[in-house]
């Protein structure tokens, strides 16, 4: 069964490239601008396994996503959640994790990185 990610980020070109590294790793990819679009590609795609989510976008940030997507009892184990931003503080990964988050990546990314983290947060990828 093929996975899907959500890729949020207001950022066309890293969308472009983690969802290039992700699709590589047999992902489905589905993407979202914002954390408002995400949270409604959260609803019509309930199954998404993964949430790739940027910090800053306009709108409604990754937080603001974060906190009301694990208030829904549906969401509040799954889908596994990884940060992937600039914000580089520890106050704000910490605030993070206790939102729900389950990792956090900085950018820049590369391919081992995401594996590494995909691993662990326990999502099962296509090893070459
Ligand atoms: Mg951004």
């Not at 969308?15 to 979202?32: D, M, N, P, Q």
């Not at 019509?44 to 949430?51: F, G, M, Q, R, W």
């Not at 820049?108 to 070459?128: H, M, Q, T, W």
Request: aromatic share 8%.
């Amino acid at each position: 069964m093929t996975q899907k990610v959500l890729v949020v980020d207001d950022a066309r070109v890293v969308r472009i490239s983690l969802g290039r590294i992700l699709k590589k790793l047999g992902f489905e990819i589905i993407e979202a601008e914002n954390g408002k679009e995400a949270y409604e590609a959260m609803n019509a795609h309930p199954d998404i396994a993964l949430v790739m989510l940027d910090w800053n976008m306009p709108v409604m940030n990754g937080y603001e996503f974060l906190v009301a997507m694990r208030e829904q009892e549906r969401f509040s184990e799954n889908p596994r959640v990884i940060m992937v931003t600039t914000e580089t503080g520890m106050p704000s990964m910490l605030k993070a994790l206790a939102a729900g988050a389950d990792e956090y990546i900085m950018k820049p990314f590369d391919e081992s990185l995401v594996c590494d983290k995909l691993d662990i947060v326990g999502i099962a990828y296509n090893r070459e």
